[in-house]
Nanobody, 115 residues
Framework: QVQLVESGGGLVQAGGSLRLSCAAS????????MGWYRQAPGKQRELVAA??????NYADSVRGRFTISRDNTKNTVYLQMNSLKQEDTAVYYC??????????WGRGTQVTVSS
């Protein structure tokens, strides 16, 4: 069983930056998918950014502003968010998937972007 704990969320003005962290209780080295998802009130959860089998992909709405990265030595996944917009306001969730050892989600961290 792997536990994921997100941190780094908060209140920021439009145009500002935040860096989210997702710390895993186990190794992320063998994961096949690591992603950040978000869910705004009244909307479905959506993929924001992911590293899947070594390839990185981003939602069109965040490409060029957000960057996902990983640090295997710290078992941590990051999401650097720049040029934040009000429409980025949501709860952000981390997800890590292993080929043979299951699929895990964190509890989320709130990001609120004010005008």
């Amino acid at each position: 069983q792997v536990q994921l704990v997100e941190s780094g969320g908060g209140l920021v003005q439009a145009g500002g930056s935040l860096r989210l962290s997702c710390a895993a209780s186990g190794s992320i080295f063998s994961s096949i998918h690591m992603g950040w998802y978000r869910q705004a009130p009244g909307k479905q959860r959506e993929l924001v950014a992911a590293i899947t089998s070594g390839s990185t992909n981003y939602a069109d709405s965040v490409r060029g502003r957000f960057t996902i990265s990983r640090d295997n030595t710290k078992n941590t996944v990051y999401l650097q968010m720049n040029s934040l917009k009000q429409e980025d306001t949501a709860v952000y969730y981390c997800r890590v998937t292993y080929h043979m050892h299951g699929d895990y989600w964190g509890r989320g961290t709130q990001v609120t972007v004010s005008s």
